[in-house]
């Protein structure tokens, strides 16, 4: 069964500067989908950003940015510029591919609760 | 896209009575799921609800304590049983897009007295 651990239950920056989220998993498949979402306080799950695993390029969302290493199987996210509305709770998660029996069902890590500091 | 409502946002239980969640979606989807999101915690999958099929449980749910109806393409609802304490959660469905991003719906709120 897939695992994903984040290693980091809570975390801080000051506002405008840059932090990094870690996140590693562990699967036999080779390829897969790995996605982080943010749940603010109203609870509400956003998807921030989303990796092929089958991509070697890392994924970018304006200020959001991933460093996918497949071999280590690490998926760290990086918020640049962070700003008072990026307080938030963070969870990795992964996803099998359909064609290999998945069934876009998502296993989540246990998040990690970042809070921006003005 | 998909928009997805629950209903109701929170309530309020005695142990031992149950509530029936509902999960409405704006378009027709397959696989809707249903998660559980302990205080604190991070978000379980209780099962995955197909239209027209029974719902596949995950390890630590089943059916008797958490019955799933799916009646068409667009709704779903989630009936947590004969509640306890431990009950108190966040229940969230969603809805797959296979595999470019899950849709969340907001949440309910269940705290079991």
Known sequence: AQTVTQSQPEMSVQEAETVTLSCTYDTSENNYYLFWYKQPPSRQMILVIRQEAYKQQNATENRFSVNFQKAAKSFSLKISDSQLGDTAMYFCAFMKPLTQGGSEKLVFGKGTKLTVNP | ?113
């Open chain 2, 1 to 113: 896209s998909a928009v997805i409502s629950q209903k109701p946002s929170r309530d309020i239980c005695q142990r031992g009575t149950s509530l029936t969640i509902q999960c409405q979606v704006d378009s027709q989807v397959t696989m809707m799921f249903w998660y559980r999101q302990q205080p604190g915690q991070s978000l379980t999958l209780i099962a995955t609800a197909n239209q027209g099929s029974e719902a596949t449980y995950e390890s630590g749910f089943v059916i008797d304590k958490f019955p799933i109806s799916r009646p068409n393409l667009t709704f779903s609802t989630l009936t947590v049983s004969n509640m306890s304490p431990e009950d108190s959660s966040i229940y969230l469905c969603s809805v797959g897009q296979g595999a470019r991003e899950q849709y969340f719906g907001p949440g309910t709120r269940l705290t079991v007295t």
